[in-house]
């Protein structure tokens, strides 16, 4: 049977991914490969193949040899942009130095098509809403690394042949998300911080604006991006249509969790507007912004509510203290 990898399959991408083609793709098995740093195992569909392996280090060519590999998804990486620049080294050699191996790996093994989950950080303070074809200009070492990743994949499409498709996603939520690490994900936190009692926190203003995209709406585009002629050698933005700002998205949640008080901390350094086009993944990927935020919170609600209790995550060490803000010290 032909086969697909999964890099990060323990994530929300992943794993959701990884269960929408065993469900509408049954010609192709379906190989998951994480570390398990930011995801769960117990979130990866036990029809997978699950091989558990860090992509900075480990070899993997044993892995890549041993199936037949049309396609492989790369979305493992260490998404907390905020804390990138307090865990420098990590962030690249998590994000930048094991997309080299997978790459290296897609190529030795003829995969027909990689399809690498960017994000919208590469556009750093371009002018919203940012369209493909913006000069990206990252603000942060996790966009940045993100914006390496890219400018690699292409020239290993140059050199080598290998085909690739390119996603930039903006805020993807839903069941499955990891609620428990206090860095990433906002939704996540205030899932996290409600089930726990405590107040829902906001940097700055709360007037940041961000388009949240619920999961289910991307994994028919999510699949399309390996399959689907069209979307060879292309960068697409892909997620909801619509923006909201912080304190807005802040006032659903409290209607959707029965209320929660709000407390404000210092302004972290990040864009304030951010949304991106939509026109290429509904044109390329067949994408339909189908479930508005109060649909798919309410969704992703009820499944955190029956998750087990685990401890938030905290970075032990951080490899830089200097400008730390005071709420992650
Ligand atoms: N969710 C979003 O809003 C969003 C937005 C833009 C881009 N993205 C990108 O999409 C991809 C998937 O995002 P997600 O939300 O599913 O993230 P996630 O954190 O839920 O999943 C990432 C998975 O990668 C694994 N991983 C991390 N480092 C690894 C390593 N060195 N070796 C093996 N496994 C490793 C983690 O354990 C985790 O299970 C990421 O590349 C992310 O940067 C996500």
Not at 30 to 42: A, T
Request: some cysteine.
């Amino acid at each position: 049977m032909k086969a697909v990898i999964i890099t990060g399959v323990a994530g929300l991408l992943g794993s959701r991914l990884a269960k929408w083609i065993i469900e509408n793709r049954p010609d192709f098995q379906v190989i998951g490969i994480d570390n398990l740093s930011g995801g769960y195992e117990d979130h990866i569909d036990s029809r997978v193949t699950f091989y558990k392996a860090d992509l900075a280090t480990d070899d993997l060519d044993r892995i890549f040899s041993s199936h037949p590999i049309e396609y492989v998804y790369h979305f493992s990486a260490y998404a907390a942009e905020g804390l990138s620049p307090f865990i420098r080294k990590y962030n690249y050699t998590n994000n930048v130095v094991a997309t080299a191996n997978v790459i290296n790996a897609c190529i030795t093994h003829d995969v027909k098509r990689i399809v690498f989950t960017s994000s919208m950080a590469v556009y750093g303070e371009g002018v919203p809403p940012f369209d493909e074809k913006d000069l990206p200009k990252p603000v942060d070492p996790y966009g940045i690394a993100k914006y390496a990743c890219e400018m690699d994949i292409q020239v290993a499409g140059e050199q080598h042949g290998l085909d690739w498709c390119i996603i930039r996603p903006h805020n993807v939520y839903g069941a499955h998300q990891n609620i428990w690490d206090r860095y990433r994900n906002v939704l996540g936190i205030w899932i996290y911080q409600k089930l726990n009692n405590q107040p829902i926190t906001i940097y700055g203003d709360g007037s940041q604006k961000r388009s949240f995209s619920f999961i289910d709406d991307c994994l028919l585009p999510l699949w399309n991006a390996a399959e689907a002629p069209q979307a060879s050698k292309q960068i697409i933005n892909l997620g909801s249509k619509k923006e909201y700002s912080i304190l807005d998205a802040a006032g659903i949640l409290q209607q959707i969790v029965g209320g929660a008080s709000i407390s404000f901390l210092d302004k972290r350094h990040e864009v304030h507007v951010a949304y991106s086009t939509h026109e290429k993944s509904e044109t390329l990927l067949g994408y339909k912004d189908i479930t508005d935020l109060s649909t798919g919170l309410t969704d992703m609600w009820e499944w955190a509510k029956k998750q087990p209790k685990r401890n938030q995550f905290v970075w032990p060490k951080y490899e830089l203290e200097k400008g730390l803000y005071n709420f992650w010290k």
